[in-house]
């Protein structure tokens, strides 16, 4: 289906606005904390009634001929801040304004209220302040050496999704929920009783501010409709403010009532604060199929005007980048994307297919909007059909980077071994680049990279960051004495369970930091079982619970393993010695013995088992330190492995490695062979991504790059099908394809003013070429491209 | 017994069905003047200079082409593909060089893969003794023949030999019934003139029979050229330019009027 004019306007002039930052959220909350009855509430009710103030003194948008309405700042891509958060300095605000990729145009005027508002209030006072202060001295080395990094020092946890239950309810059914649980709370049994009812109390207060905000927004709409002579926009904005008047107050009962209610519950997570992964419909086939077989069996819906609705809801996303990162945030997630991840396929909640009519048509609108957001993706269950592998193709290899391929049947498992019912596993999926969750239920946070080939080279070197010279790690030995190659990873194992603990007590400080001062009210509405608990979505209210540690660099390590193992231990090429200078002196005047380690030493990426069993080491060493670990609000931490851009910043805090790597160059990414090294195509690096044990994970991330000619007839379509159910059936979590050939982005690195369009997938998401980094791109371009055979 | 083998491709995916495991045989009694695997041709192994780079530094060291696989280690390499054969109704396939001027091992091989349950290919030029081809007859499940050229004369000009055998050969393995892809490959200035077109046309009317599931039309490209200086060998297609894409498609629609599925690439 073609996009409507109207469409077509509403996408370009999403193309067109400029990311620039807003001061008025920062202004609001200012303010109301500057006020007088902040000082006398509970910080949960401090924090529904901040939520509330933004949401009644807000500018209320309404974009020329758009259909769905609310803008999380005044004005298309007008970014708000968090300085309850971090409270950017005017040194930040400068760099924002001026950096060469993902600016944000600051104004003099946000400036000047920046100056003399907001910073004078939250200096020393934001949560990042919080968050650095109480970190200890260990933490803080590692942190600044590149070990890992922090996700919840410039956003606030959140990584979920939305689920069957607010699809199907509106905020008054709510009310009453609440009511019913303040009405059941045990003041002679339960100790924290008092902390429970203020807890509801601001989930109650959290509700009634959504729902005037919607009105506020049907007055706005009824203003317009009685000032415009257009009958036909008129009649609109009168059924828009009708809608805006009964959503998100009660349950949506059609299609356009149903994308206007999420797209309030949207902007109210986003607008309570900065979660990670900004929002996420989930499962959205699912959740709008009922609600348009209805309309258009009762004729009130043409399947044109469905589809018009989506292309207007799809923009929404596209006018909300990512709130301004700064420092070691930027460079882990160095993008406008702010990772709202459409699910598509899959299964139903009774084990049965669930790719349908909606499927499709979501398909065709993500392909003809080719628009960076929302991100998109497809579940593939064994008992989905060809035709749905099929249609994503159609859109893959356009080279659009989306939608990506996830393995429906292997997210279950994981769920099901985190201990979640079948039904809540079936009703789950993927959020934010790869990872799993359940939908509606789970509270699941990222909390920061780990770079396991730093800690290697931290190994290599005793103790030391080569870099500075400085005793970060353990003394574990220098590598000259370890006998054999089983001492070697005895160390390193030390080292990786020492950096392990050191997160994951600062994780456990941070957690407690967001507990007690920055409660989410509205998101607990959210995530089941907050309301039934009376617990924050941050204190555990939540029926599932899970932190996570993103595993950097697999690819890189394994190399640097298996170069030492082959080299030093098994054929007694080199000494200790010779190699460590050679990487001291970063190959130069060691360019022979630089060759035999790039061309002559087993890689991961090869289906070798001889270098593929150090993943497996590695894998299981990181498991081992990380998972089970207890968080205090009742979550457990696991494990992921996932690089979003880190694995360029973790590749330029290490020196050159003894896989042959130049020093600072990127890491590989995701759970991909380096860059170059995987020799014998697809199956092989394939076979080698399936050796660890996904299922043990909450994602993985393999990146593939093929060159359009691997999608140019329906035999190609097959196999690439049969490559996908082959990796999925081995366990696999996810693929996806990059479908460009180098020459196209050497051209564009060029000449980027003709490829403002182009967008790459990267790694767990997609991006404007033009926006990433040099080295960046340099690293795309260099990733093998399976040429045609 | 071994077999000498130049190289492996795995993700092979047009040498017949599906994904493929695809061998290649070392040694041909061909020489076809647009051979783009001419380290297939000589039947010993080889060594020649390889040059690497790292960035703009060049490294050139010696590499070895062939090597020695008993049946059983082509085995067990197939099989770390063997969930994307089966899951795309892939096999293997003996490309070359000619699979053909191995035949003890071929044969053998052939059985070792057929005990598996897995497809067969032969991907050949049909040059072979009729000894040979009846002995792996049972054990292949598919034939990818190449047919180069008509004329007898110009096919042992610019092959080498002459193309009786291998007609014959190829009717003799249509004759038992067996499943057959023919392979044009597409020369301009060489088979491409209308009646050597029509030539070969006329004998697929002819003899194809029910068993020819499809013709391939293969455009030649020069991605031979640069092997051949590694391999010091000369290389007679100086100033032949590859078939544009209008009219291999033109080939095509010709080609079709046979009531054959054609192909264009393999």
Same mark, same amino acid.
């Given at each position: ?98 950096? *060469? ?17 907001? %910073? ?32 919840? !020092?410039?956003?606030?946890?959140? @990584? ?6 607010? +699809? ?30 203020? *807890? ?71 607008? !309570? ?33 469905? +589809? !018009? ?70 579940? %593939? ?115 990786? !369970? ?40 941050? $204190? ?28 030093? +231990?098994?054929?007694?090429? +080199? ?15 060691? *360019? ?5 380690? %790039? ?13 593929? @069993? ?56 995701? %759970? ?42 329906? $035999? ?16 696999? @979590? ?44 340099? $690293? ?10 | ?266």
């Amino acid at each position: 289906m073609k996009l409507t004019e109207r469409v077509k306007q509403l996408r370009q002039n999403s193309l067109d606005a400029t990311e620039h930052i807003s001061s008025e959220r920062a202004e609001l909350v200012t303010r109301f904390y500057k006020s007088g009855p902040a000082g006398e509430l509970s910080v949960p009710m401090l924090r529904a009634y901040a939520f509330e103030y933004i949401l009644k003194n807000k500018k209320i948008c309404i974009n020329e001929g758009e259909l769905i309405v609310g803008e999380r700042g005044p004005a298309p891509k007008a970014t708000p801040t968090y300085p309850e958060i971090n409270v950017h300095s005017i040194e930040d605000l400068e760099i924002l304004d001026t950096r *060469e990729k993902v600016s944000f145009k600051v104004s003099d005027r946000v400036k000047e209220i920046y100056r003399e508002e907001v %910073i004078p209030y939250w200096k020393g006072k934001s949560n990042r302040d919080k968050v650095m202060k109480a970190m200890t001295p260990a933490w803080k080395k590692a942190y600044k050496a590149g070990v890992f990094t922090e996700f919840q !020092e410039q956003r606030a946890p959140g @990584h979920t999704v939305l689920g069957y239950k607010l +699809y199907n309810n509106g905020f008054l059914d709510l009310k009453k929920e609440i009511d019913e649980s303040i009405r059941g709370l045990d003041y002679f049994n339960d100790p924290l009783a008092y902390d429970k009812h203020e *807890e509801l109390k601001a989930m109650d207060v959290a509700c009634d501010a959504i729902i005037m905000y919607a009105e506020r927004n049907a007055d706005e709409l009824e203003r317009l409709a009685s000032g415009t002579e257009d009958q036909k926009r008129k009649g609109e904005l009168i059924e828009m403010a009708r809608i805006c008047r009964k959503v998100p107050a009660n349950a949506p009962e059609t299609f356009h009532e149903m994308l206007q209610h999420y797209w309030f519950i949207h902007l109210g997570v986003v607008t !309570e604060l900065n979660p990670w992964d900004s929002f996420n419909p989930g499962r959205l086939d699912q959740h709008l199929y009922p609600v348009f077989r209805k309309d258009i069996e009762k004729g009130n819906l043409t399947e044109e005007e469905a +589809y !018009e609705l989506l292309g207007s809801f799809w923009v929404k996303f596209n006018n909300h980048p990512s709130p301004p990162k700064i420092g070691v945030t930027a460079q882990e997630s160095n993008t406008f994307t702010d990772f709202a991840l459409i699910n598509l396929g899959g299964l139903k909640p009774d084990g049965t297919d669930a790719v349908n009519e909606m499927t499709y048509m979501l398909l065709d609108v993500i392909k003809e909007m080719r628009i960076l957001q929302p991100s998109s993706m497809v579940q %593939i269950s064994n008992k989905n059909p060809d035709r749905f592998i099929h249609k994503a193709l159609d859109i893959i290899k356009t080279g659009f980077g989306q939608p990506s391929c996830f393995n429906t049947d292997a997210i279950i498992q994981e769920l099901l071994r985190q201990g979640k019912s079948i039904l809540d596993a079936r009703n789950g999926g993927a959020s934010g680049c790869v990872e799993t969750g359940a939908f509606g239920t789970e509270s699941y946070w990222l909390t920061g990279y780990f770079n396991l080939a730093k800690i290697l080279e931290i190994t290599l070197y005793n103790g030391k960051d080569p870099r500075t010279g400085e005793t970060i790690g353990l003394r574990t030995g220098e590598p000259g004495d370890f006998e054999d190659f089983e001492d070697l990873f005895t160390a390193f194992s030390s080292q990786l !369970e020492y950096f392990a603990s050191t997160k994951i007590r600062g994780n456990n400080v941070i957690e407690r930091i967001f507990s007690k001062n920055l409660p989410v009210p509205f998101l607990s509405l959210l995530i089941e079982d907050c309301i039934a608990n009376g617990q924050d979505y941050n $204190e555990g209210g939540t029926r599932y619970n899970t932190s996570y540690i993103q595993g950097v660099g697999l690819g890189t390590i394994t190399d640097m393993l298996s170069s030492i193992r082959h080299n030093i +231990y098994d054929e007694k090429k +080199y000494s200790w010695k010779q190699l460590m200078d050679a990487v001291k002196h970063d190959f130069e005047g060691f *360019e022979e013995l630089q060759y035999d380690l %790039i061309y002559n030493s087993p890689k991961y990426g090869n289906d070798d088992d001889y270098a593929d @069993h150090h993943a497996v080491m590695v894998f299981e060493a990181f498991y081992d330190a990380v998972n089970g670990h207890r968080t205090p609000r009742g979550a457990v931490h696991r494990i992921n492995m996932l690089p979003t851009t880190s694995h360029v910043y973790f590749g330029s805090v290490i020196g050159a490695t003894p896989d042959g790597r130049k020093a600072f160059m990127p890491l590989s990414e995701g %759970i991909s062979p380096f860059q170059g090294v995987d020799r014998l195509g697809p199956t092989a690096v394939i076979k080698s991504a399936s050796k660890i044990d996904h299922l043990k994970t909450g994602g993985t991330l393999l990146n593939q790059k093929f060159s359009p000619q691997f999608f140019e007839d329906e $035999e190609s379509y097959a196999q690439i099908t049969a490559l996908i159910r082959s990796y999925f059936k081995l366990d696999g @979590h996810h693929i996806q394809f990059n479908v460009v050939n180098a020459d196209t982005l050497r051209d564009a690195q060029k000449n980027p003013e003709l490829y403002r369009d182009l967008i790459v997938r990267v790694a767990g998401y997609s991006d404007y070429f033009n926006d990433l980094g040099e080295d960046l791109q340099n $690293e795309i371009i260099r990733r093998t491209a399976h040429e045609s055979m | 017994m071994k077999g000498l083998i130049f190289n492996i491709k795995r993700y092979a995916i047009h040498d017949g069905p599906g994904i493929r495991v695809t061998f290649f045989m070392k040694g041909c009694p061909l020489a076809c003047w647009w051979c783009h695997n001419p380290e297939g041709i000589s039947s010993g192994i080889q060594e020649i200079d390889r040059t690497d780079r790292i960035g703009s530094k060049e490294f050139t060291v010696k590499e070895t082409v062939g090597k020695y696989y008993s049946s059983n280690e082509l085995l067990d390499i197939a099989k770390k593909d063997l969930v994307f054969i089966e899951e795309s109704g892939g096999g293997i396939t003996f490309s070359g060089g000619e699979p053909l001027v191995q035949p003890d091992f071929l044969l053998e091989s052939l059985k070792v893969f057929r005990n598996e349950g897995l497809h067969t290919t032969i991907d050949t030029s049909g040059f072979a003794d009729r000894e040979v081809i009846d002995s792996i007859l049972p054990y292949t499940e598919l034939f990818l023949f190449d047919i180069k050229h008509m004329d007898p004369g110009k096919h042992k000009h610019y092959t080498g030999v002459s193309n009786s055998l291998i007609l014959d050969n190829y009717k003799y393995i249509i004759g038992k019934g067996k499943k057959v892809v023919i392979r044009i490959p597409v020369i301009p200035g060489i088979n491409d003139g209308e009646e050597e077109i029509r030539a070969f046309r006329d004998f697929i009317d002819a003899e194809a029979g029910g068993n020819v599931s499809r013709i391939d039309l293969l455009a030649y490209h020069k991605i031979g050229s640069s092997k051949y200086k590694r391999f010091k060998l000369d290389y007679k297609m100086q100033g032949v330019e590859q078939p544009s894409s209008e009219r291999m498609n033109e080939l095509k629609r010709y080609f079709e009027e046979s009531g054959i599925n054609v192909k264009i690439g393999g």
